[in-house]
C-alpha cells in the first residue's frame, strides 16, 4: 500500500473535541479504535494523537482526551470502559439507592481513581503521569468548587501556563468527570518535582462545557494565535436523547428531578452540548461569508427517547454502545480521513 504522509500537516491545525457522558463515552472511544485502525493502514507506525494538535474532553471525555495523549490505543479505551462499568456505577437495590442518594452522591469515586491512575501509569513506564507527561497539547474544563469559578485545566503549551502541567493526570480526569449527584466533588494535593498544592471541590467541567468544541476553537485562535481557515476540528458526541417533561397532574419535585435518575443534570449536559454544535455552526457559517470557514465534522448519534443512562453496567447496554459506535464509524470516518489528509490549501 502507497504511505501517504497525512502528519505532515503544513499550516493545518486539528482539533480532536469529545463529548462528556458517563459510560456513553463507549460511543466516541469506538469510533477514535476503528479510526485509529484505518489510519494504521496508512501509516503504521503513528499513534492517534500524532494527527491532532490539541485534544479537548470534558467529563468521560476528559477520561478519553488524556488515554489519547497518553498514548493508549483507543480499542483498550473501549475496554477500560465494558469491564469497569460496574465497579465505576455499582449497582444497588432501588430503595437503597434513593436512601443513600439523600445524604451523599450514588457512587464513591475511589473505584474510579483507582483505575484512572493504573490505566494511565501503564502508559507512563508504571509512573502516575502528570499533565506535562502527556504527548500533545490538551485542554481539559473543570468547575473549581473551591474558587467558585471556571477552570480549563492545561498542558504547558503557552508561557502563560505556569501550574496545570504539575497536575497529576488521573486527579485532572477525575476532576472533570465528578458529576453532582453521581460522584462527590473531587479534592486532591499533588507533591512532584514541578511543585505542590491542592485542587478544593472539583466537579463536572460539563456544567459549562459538556461539548468542548467552542474551548478548543478558543485556544487555538485566541491563545496559539491559528487562524480559524487553518483549523480542522473533529467533534465527538456522546449520544443525546430527547428530553421530553411530560404533563401530570403530580407537580415536578425532588424525586423526579434527581432520583432515580437524575433528569435535571442529563437536561443540563445535553442542552449544553447542543447549544454548543449551535454555537460552532453559526460561527462558521459567519466565516464562510468571509471566505474564513474551518473544517468541522461533527459525529453525534440521536437516541430519541431511547437514551441509555449515563450510569449504565448491564451487558447489553455497554454491547449496544459499542455497536452504536461502530456504526458512527461506518458512516463518518471516511470523511474524517478525508479531512485529515487535506494540506494546507484545503485541497485532497
Same mark, same amino acid.
Given at each position: 500500500?502507497?504511505?501517504i504522509n ?11 473535541s469529545?463529548?462528556?457522558?458517563g459510560i ?5 472511544a469506538?469510533?477514535l479504535?476503528?479510526l485509529?485502525q ?13 494527527y491532532?494538535d490539541l485534544?479537548c474532553?470534558?467529563?468521560t471525555?476528559a477520561?478519553?482526551?488524556i ?5 493508549i ?7 477500560f ?12 437495590y432501588?430503595l437503597t439507592?434513593?436512601?443513600?442518594a ?7 469515586n475511589?473505584?474510579?481513581?483507582k483505575?484512572l491512575?493504573?490505566i494511565?501509569s501503564?502508559?507512563?513506564n ?11 497539547k490538551v485542554? &481539559? ?10 477552570n480549563?485545566? %492545561? ?5 502563560? !501556563?505556569? $501550574?496545570?502541567y504539575?497536575l497529576?493526570?488521573?486527579?485532572v480526569a477525575?476532576?472533570?468527570a465528578?458529576a ?6 473531587h479534592?486532591?494535593?499533588y507533591?512532584?518535582e ?9 466537579i ?13 476553537v478558543l ?7 491559528k ?11 456522546t ?11 403530580l407537580?415536578?419535585?425532588?424525586w423526579?428531578?434527581f432520583?432515580p435518575?437524575?433528569r435535571l443534570l442529563?437536561?443540563?449536559?445535553d442542552?449544553?452540548a447542543? &447549544?454548543?454544535?449551535s454555537?460552532i455552526?453559526?460561527i462558521?457559517?459567519i466565516?464562510? %461569508?468571509?471566505?474564513n470557514?474551518?473544517d !468541522?465534522? $461533527?459525529?453525534?448519534?440521536?437516541f430519541?427517547n431511547?437514551?441509555?443512562?449515563l450510569?449504565?453496567?448491564?451487558k447489553?447496554?455497554?454491547d449496544?454502545l459499542?455497536?452504536?459506535?461502530g456504526?458512527?464509524s461506518k458512516?463518518?470516518i471516511h ?6 489528509k ?7
Amino acid at each position: 500500500m502507497e504511505v501517504i504522509n497525512i502528519t505532515d500537516k503544513s499550516k493545518r491545525f486539528r482539533i480532536l473535541s469529545i463529548d462528556g457522558g458517563g459510560i456513553r463515552g463507549i460511543i466516541p472511544a469506538k469510533v477514535l479504535a476503528d479510526l485509529e485502525q484505518q489510519l494504521q493502514q496508512i501509516e503504521p507506525d503513528k499513534k492517534l494523537h500524532e494527527y491532532f494538535d490539541l485534544v479537548c474532553g470534558t467529563s468521560t471525555g476528559a477520561i478519553l482526551a488524556i488515554g489519547i495523549a497518553l498514548g493508549i490505543p483507543a480499542k483498550d479505551l473501549v475496554k477500560f470502559y465494558k469491564e469497569n462499568a460496574n465497579a465505576i456505577f455499582p449497582k444497588w437495590y432501588f430503595l437503597t439507592r434513593q436512601a443513600k442518594a439523600l445524604i451523599s452522591p450514588i457512587y464513591s469515586n475511589k473505584q474510579l481513581r483507582k483505575l484512572l491512575k493504573t490505566i494511565y501509569s501503564g502508559a507512563n513506564n508504571g509512573i502516575p503521569p502528570l499533565l506535562n507527561d502527556l504527548k500533545v497539547k490538551v485542554c &481539559i474544563p473543570a468547575f473549581n468548587g473551591g474558587t467558585g469559578e471556571i477552570n480549563i485545566l %492545561k498542558t504547558r503549551h503557552h508561557p502563560d !501556563y505556569t $501550574r496545570d502541567y504539575k497536575l497529576p493526570a488521573h486527579e485532572v480526569a477525575l476532576s472533570s468527570a465528578s458529576a453532582p449527584v453521581y460522584f462527590p466533588p473531587h479534592s486532591f494535593e499533588y507533591d512532584n518535582e514541578f511543585g505542590s498544592g491542592a485542587n478544593i471541590n472539583m466537579i463536572d467541567g460539563g456544567i459549562f462545557a459538556n461539548n468542548p468544541t467552542l474551548v478548543g476553537v478558543l485556544e487555538a485562535t485566541e491563545k496559539l494565535g491559528k487562524d480559524f481557515k487553518d483549523l480542522q476540528i473533529i467533534s465527538l458526541g456522546t449520544g443525546r436523547g430527547r428530553q421530553v417533561i411530560k404533563k401530570h397532574w403530580l407537580p415536578k419535585n425532588f424525586w423526579y428531578w434527581f432520583l432515580p435518575k437524575p433528569r435535571l443534570l442529563d437536561i443540563t449536559l445535553d442542552s449544553q452540548a447542543k &447549544i454548543t454544535e449551535s454555537y460552532i455552526n453559526f460561527i462558521n457559517s459567519i466565516l464562510s %461569508k468571509q471566505e474564513n470557514s474551518f473544517d !468541522y465534522q $461533527r459525529v453525534q448519534y440521536e437516541f430519541g427517547n431511547d437514551l441509555i443512562a449515563l450510569n449504565a453496567s448491564k451487558k447489553n447496554d455497554l454491547d449496544k454502545l459499542e455497536a452504536i459506535g461502530g456504526e458512527l464509524s461506518k458512516k463518518h470516518i471516511h470523511n474524517i480521513i478525508k479531512l485529515i489528509k487535506k494540506d494546507s490549501h484545503g485541497e485532497l
